[in-house]
């Protein structure tokens, strides 16, 4: 028999691996077909696709892609030393984080938003996405699921050009396809340099390709 919850081969009263109770288990049939390839890249449902064995191997195969990039943050400290007799000896770093959520309750906040209709069932676009987000370092938060989507979260790090934003992807079944609407929110500034629409770019381009492993 197979465990509910994580899906390992057991025996006994308790599974081994998660400890979950073996009355729950289910069959070897059920666990394949859950984590076939042909019924995981049909379907929207996020936990059946991160069950799937390939699926956890290209979203790992991509993380391990990711290059460390100098955040805003970082950026600041190094301007820091040179500009501080401007600012009386005060952090850049430190005037940016105090002025940040003060600009955003005024309404200076910027973003861009896109929206595309990919032909690929919804299960290859929510790994494209999944792995696109893993490669470019920028961290899932939240996923909301719903019956014929899902909707995720992730933090869209901050560097040289703005500050730290939100990057909100929403997947859903279309009559022709599989709909994307993505759009970035950066809190406190006005403008951010063409940050939001390289990054709603470079999203869409990846969400077209097909990783390997299929």
Not at 71 to 78: A, M, P, Q, R, V
Not at 120 to 145: D, E, H, M, T, W
Not at 178 to 191: D, I, N, P, S, Y
Request: hydrophobic share 40%; charged share 20%; glycine share 8%.
């Amino acid at each position: 028999m197979y465990c509910s919850e994580c899906g390992t081969k057991a025996q006994g009263k308790f599974c081994a691996n998660c400890g979950v109770p073996l009355q729950q288990a289910i069959t070897a049939e059920i666990v394949a077909a859950i984590v076939s390839p042909g019924h995981w890249q049909e379907t929207v449902n996020y936990e059946t696709i991160v069950r799937a064995p390939e699926v956890r191997e290209m979203v790992t195969r991509a993380a391990e892609q990711a290059t460390q990039r100098l955040s805003g943050e970082d950026f600041l400290k190094f301007c820091d030393k040179a500009l501080a007799p401007l600012y009386g000896g005060v952090p850049v770093g430190k005037l940016a984080s105090i002025a940040q959520p003060i600009y955003s309750a005024l309404g200076m906040n910027t973003g861009k938003e896109q929206r595309r209709v990919f032909s690929k069932p919804p299960g290859r676009v929510i790994v494209a996405l999944l792995c696109s987000l893993a490669r470019r370092g920028r961290p899932l938060r939240q996923i909301r699921q719903a019956t014929d989507g899902c909707m995720f979260e992730a933090t869209l790090p901050s560097d040289v050009w703005s500050f730290a934003g939100d990057l909100l992807v929403e997947v859903r079944t279309d009559t022709v396809g599989t709909a994307v609407e993505a759009r970035t929110v950066v809190k406190g500034q006005l403008f951010d340099w063409g940050k939001s629409k390289r990054c709603l770019e470079e999203l869409l381009t990846d969400l077209e390709m097909t990783p390997a492993i299929l």
